[in-house]
């Protein structure tokens, strides 16, 4: 299952860039994050993995991050032509996710944000996953939905309903 989804930020990609490799702002924003502790490497960085605990409501779902892809490596100094690429992949029980995001600067203060996604399942879950691409989509949509109101608004998920 692939599926590709975009969002306009209106905050300059340097300040967006920011928010997202700051680990202390993930909870702000990942709805149901409960943890997210790398286990080898240091956060952010290529190779880097990490065991990553989601809650939604009395279900928990427990699965390894692994960044594949950071570019360019030092985001000190980028120009605003260039863009932003960081990858991950996420395998759980029965999933394995590869998510590729592209940030580019969206005229003088605005950034998009590109998601690219693609989920392989095996096991009980290769029957269903056909039946659960609204999910994942949705899922995906109301993360990339959630950062956008935290990085403009301030808007904290553990503060609201739902």
């Known amino acids: 299952m692939k599926f590709t989804i975009s969002i306009e930020i209106a ?20 709805r149901g994050l409960v943890l ?17 605990v989601f809650q939604s409501g009395q279900r928990s779902m427990e699965c390894t ?10 985001l000190d100094g980028i120009t605003p032509d260039q863009v932003i690429h960081f ?8 999933m394995w996710n590869a998510a590729h ?3 580019t ?23 269903a996953a056909p039946f659960m691409r609204g999910a994942f989509i949705k899922q995906t949509r109301q993360h990339m939905q959630d950062f956008k109101s935290y990085a403009e608004d301030g ?8």
């Open 11 to 30: 905050l300059p990609r340097e300040e967006v860039i920011q928010l997202l490799g700051d680990p202390a702002h993930r909870p702000k924003w990942l």
């Open 36 to 52: 997210h502790e790398p286990v080898r490497g240091a956060d952010g960085q290529v190779g880097t993995e990490s065991r990553v």
């Open 65 to 74: 991050e692994t960044i594949t892809r950071r570019e360019p490596t030092d």
């Open 87 to 94: 990858e991950r992949e996420v395998v759980a029980d029965g």
């Open 101 to 103: 995001e592209q940030l």
């Open 105 to 127: 600067a969206s005229g003088a203060e605005g950034t998009l944000w590109v998601s690219e996604n693609e989920y392989r399942f095996n096991g009980l879950l290769r029957f």
């Open 155 to 162: 808007a904290d998920v553990r503060e609201t309903k739902g």
